[in-house]
């Protein structure tokens, strides 16, 4: 197993939405949680040893948040960093304040809707890899319109993709393709083993699989009450 990895268990989203909450329960804020995941997330994607030029790619959720976070922390270890956000709606909380730092701190920062999403080409061609935390692992309906016309223009780009948590667009349980998914290189997941990487078409779209920890591991977590 990978050092980074603490956790040969497969879980259901179900039951590793039940650890989330025990580690809120003892009193970790979700950002706090956002913090530590995307620490994490830096030091596997630093053991990949990719090309320091990176786009990272944030949808509006707490996936998005993961990596906007991550990308602060990839520009202070000198990679060369943009950030295209997709808003085809307005972010939540927390990916808002991750895009507000990044842009106090004058990371390039870029905005994608349904007008502009094919202008993302030119972000992707002169990019050495992609981090994507597009859609996460609360995905239940197929991916269309917006979403799949990017995720189409990662899988298109041929540059090495890092997905965070799960390949956009793959169901976590299921391993089915959601209408269009992320082809990943690499998938750097939270706390367990999705059931969906291993089944179906799961194992096509989740490339090496590493396991990372969001700040207090699985086994506490199961100790709480």
Do not use: W
Request: proline residues 3%.
């Amino acid at each position: 197993m990978n050092k980074y990895c603490f956790s040969e268990e497969i879980l259901s989203v179900e039951k590793i939405r039940i650890l989330e909450q025990k580690a809120k329960e003892l009193g970790f804020q979700e950002r706090t949680l956002i913090e530590n995941a995307s620490s994490s997330l830096l030091s596997i994607i630093e053991s990949f040893r990719l090309d320091k030029n990176v786009l990272v790619i944030a949808g509006r959720g707490n996936n998005g948040a993961d990596v906007l976070s991550c990308a602060r922390k990839l520009a202070a270890k000198k990679y060369k960093v943009i950030v295209a956000v997709l808003e085809e709606k307005p972010l939540g909380k927390e990916a808002l304040f991750q895009k507000k730092v990044l842009e106090k701190i004058k990371i390039p920062v870029y905005s994608f809707n349904e007008r502009n999403i094919n202008d993302m080409k030119i972000f992707l061609k002169d990019k050495c890899f992609v981090l994507e935390g597009i859609l996460g692992s609360g995905v239940k309906n197929e991916v269309s319109g917006f979403f799949k016309k990017a995720i189409q223009l990662i899988n298109n780009s041929g540059k090495p993709v890092v997905s965070c948590d799960i390949p956009s667009g793959l169901h976590p349980d299921k391993g089915i393709v959601l209408g269009k998914a992320v082809k990943a290189d690499y998938t750097v997941s939270f706390i367990a083993y999705k059931r969906g990487f291993f089944i179906n078409q799961g194992p096509n779209y989740t490339g090496k699989i590493v396991i990372a920890d969001i700040g207090i591991s699985k086994e506490a977590l199961s100790e709480v009450i």
